[in-house]
């Protein structure tokens, strides 16, 4: 293992400390409670900048972020960012993607989608598709890029079997930037690799992902593609960018879910950031991250698919 500097050292230390890990241990009703409380402290920020126009609309009973560049570009991106399904996006979520609005030159699509605390994943997934739909209105499949962290990234990949088993009634996004993705752990294998990751994550626990399963559908039988993102469609998917820390729970998933994609004719770009924790691209606190966050910006200024 390469040298950690102090002040990745000094991050682990202080989100310990924090007892993050500690809530996705609890079983399924002491997770649920925890997360209403958060949910009724949850306010979508008011954000400013020169170069862009910010606004919150209502959709479908839930709310939308739009970060508008001032100076028209047709490049948009819908980034669904994650939380396990139990919590709205905080605020510093909302300033990083007006961050990479402003890196970039891409709009944002921001949603705050229905969480599983109150609603089943395929509802999740009722409400997802129409925000989609009405971004085909304004731009071409080609020019959307879909963006996700954690749950938004598992929902982000889900999308696309969702529209696959409708029949392609909507235009497929071409690109998808996939940061931790998670599915259920069912199967002994990928359940033993999480209890070895375990012992390295400082912020996820596996038993939230043996559990998960519940939470998602309060007992409802929803389609496989829902709950394990290795049983899903991506034919007409172009490619995904797929990311994980080494030393997090989820990267237990990484080599079946990258195999399915590849299976369907997907090109997949694998980054594998040795020792860092969960989503880490989006959180470059240390400098182990930063390259992350560079290469993260790097494929959102890109116009088309990778031609490497």
């Given at each position: 293992?390469?040298k950690?500097?102090?002040k990745?050292?000094?991050?682990k230390?202080v989100v310990?400390?924090?007892g993050?890990?500690?809530?996705f241990?609890?079983d399924?009703?002491?997770?649920?409670l925890?997360a209403?409380?958060?949910?009724g402290?949850?306010?979508v920020?008011?954000?400013?900048?020169?170069?862009?126009?910010?606004?919150?609309k209502?959709?479908?009973r839930g709310?939308?972020?739009?970060?508008?560049?001032?100076?028209?570009?047709?490049k948009?991106?819908?980034?669904?960012?994650?939380g396990?399904?139990?919590?709205?996006p905080?605020?510093?979520s909302?300033?990083?993607?007006?961050?990479?609005a402003?890196e970039?030159?891409?709009n944002?699509?921001?949603?705050?989608?229905?969480?599983?605390?109150?609603?089943?994943?395929?509802?999740?997934y009722?409400?997802?598709?129409?925000l989609?739909?009405s971004?085909?209105?304004?731009?071409k499949?080609?020019?959307?890029?879909?963006?996700?962290?954690s749950?938004?990234a598992?929902?982000?990949l889900?999308?696309?079997s969702?529209?696959?088993?409708?029949?392609?009634?909507a235009?497929?996004?071409?690109?998808?930037?996939?940061?931790?993705?998670?599915?259920?752990?069912?199967?002994?294998?990928?359940?033993?690799?999480?209890?070895?990751?375990?012992?390295k994550?400082?912020?996820?626990?596996?038993?939230?992902?043996e559990?998960?399963k519940?939470?998602?559908?309060?007992?409802?039988?929803?389609?496989?593609y829902?709950?394990?993102?290795?049983?899903?469609?991506?034919?007409g998917?172009?490619?995904?960018?797929?990311?994980?820390?080494?030393?997090?729970?989820l990267?237990?998933?990484?080599?079946?879910?990258k195999?399915r994609?590849?299976?369907?004719?997907v090109?997949?770009?694998?980054?594998?950031?040795e020792?860092?924790?969960?989503?880490?691209?989006f959180?470059?606190?240390?400098?182990?991250?930063?390259?992350?966050?560079?290469?993260m910006?790097?494929?959102?200024?890109?116009?088309?698919?990778?031609?490497?």
């Open positions: 293992m390469s950690l500097s102090f990745y050292r000094f991050l230390w310990k400390q924090m993050v890990k500690n809530f241990s609890k399924k009703d002491e997770i649920v925890e209403r409380k958060t949910m402290k949850t306010k920020p008011i954000l400013s900048h020169s170069e862009i126009n910010y606004e919150v209502d959709f479908c709310k939308v972020v739009y970060i508008t560049h001032k100076n028209p570009t047709n948009v991106c819908l980034f669904l960012i994650g396990g399904m139990l919590v709205h905080m605020p510093g909302i300033k990083t993607a007006l961050k990479i402003v970039t030159g891409r944002m699509v921001v949603p705050y989608y229905p969480l599983c605390i109150d609603y089943t994943i395929d509802e999740v009722d409400w997802l598709y129409p989609y739909k971004m085909l209105e304004t731009y499949a080609k020019d959307i890029i879909i963006t996700g962290s749950s938004g598992t929902l982000a889900g999308l696309v969702y529209i696959n088993v409708l029949g392609k009634k235009e497929l996004p071409k690109r998808i930037y996939a940061s931790s993705p998670g599915q259920c752990f069912t199967d002994k294998d990928t359940i033993r690799k999480g209890r070895i990751l375990n012992e994550d400082i912020i996820l626990h596996v038993s939230y992902m559990i998960a519940s939470i998602l559908t309060h007992g409802k039988n929803v389609p496989e829902m709950l394990y993102l290795e049983k899903g469609d991506y034919h998917l172009e490619e995904v960018y797929l990311s994980y820390g080494s030393d997090e729970v990267y237990a998933a990484y080599e079946v879910i195999n994609l590849e299976e369907h004719g090109r997949v770009i694998s980054e594998i950031g020792n860092l924790y969960h989503c880490y691209p959180f470059p606190v240390v400098k182990e991250a930063k390259e992350g966050w560079k290469n910006l790097k494929y959102h200024k890109a116009d088309d698919v990778s031609k490497s």
